[in-house]
T-cell receptor, first 115, second 115 residues
């Protein structure tokens, strides 16, 4: 079946430093899935950060970027300069065949940005 | 932004009892979802619901589980009877266009503890 792997459970970065959160996916479908990053800020529900539905394309939002790499089956999340307000839990997700209306989530990466 | 509300935020019950978790989705949304997250594990898809019917369900959606949305009110997840392994945080989500093309809006979760 389809699955998403996030290898880091927790990441700590100093403010203004760069960030990368790793995500790889696996699918048994011959078609390419849609890929998403969701984020949960403290005290809030999970919300969409960005999505990319075409392999090779890059998505961006709030200074974050992720590139859909079908060769390495990766969708890493990056930011050039993090802020304290970016502290949250980030989830990579895959949506696609055969269940068009189901998202499969990674285990999440908790980001702590230190002042 | 749009909010999904979940009631209760936390419930403790004895094994074998019935529990109903309530979700107040975004008002004009058409697709509804329940996800389950056991502490330290991934958030896993349980079921999705559209036009008054279950569209898809996972292996985690046991016979003891049921969902409904009577008269456009709360979208509910009922577990009867509960088992120890049902202890988890249950997340409700809603979407206007569906998970794969649209955006899911999540509640903050209902933490269920079965003793």
């Amino acid at each position: 079946g389809d699955s998403v792997t996030q290898t880091e459970g927790q990441v700590t970065v100093s403010e203004s430093k760069s960030l990368i959160i790793n995500c790889t996916y696996s699918t048994t479908s011959i078609a390419y899935p849609n890929l998403f990053w969701y984020v949960r800020y403290p005290g809030e529900g999970l919300q969409l950060l960005l999505k990319v539905i075409t392999a090779g394309q890059k998505g961006s939002s709030r200074g974050f970027e992720a590139t859909y790499n079908k060769e390495t089956t990766s969708f890493h999340l990056q930011k050039a300069s993090v802020q304290e307000s970016d502290s949250a839990v980030y989830y990579c997700a895959l949506g696609g065949m055969p269940n068009y209306n189901v998202l499969y989530f990674g285990s999440g990466t908790k980001l702590t940005v230190e002042p | 932004g749009p909010k999904v509300l979940q009631i209760p935020s936390h419930q403790i019950i004895d094994m074998g009892q019935m529990v109903t978790l309530n979700c107040d989705p975004v008002s004009n949304h058409l697709y509804f979802y329940w996800y389950k997250q056991i502490l330290g594990q991934q958030m896993e898809f349980l079921v999705n619901f559209y036009n008054g019917k279950v569209m898809e369900k996972s292996k985690l959606f046991k016979d003891q589980f049921s969902v409904e949305r009577p008269d456009g009110s709360y979208f509910t997840l009922k577990i009867q009877p509960t088992a120890l392994e049902d202890s988890a945080v249950y997340f409700c989500a809603s979407s206007l266009d569906g998970a794969n093309t649209g955006q899911l809006y999540f509640g903050e979760g209902s933490k269920l503890t079965v003793l």
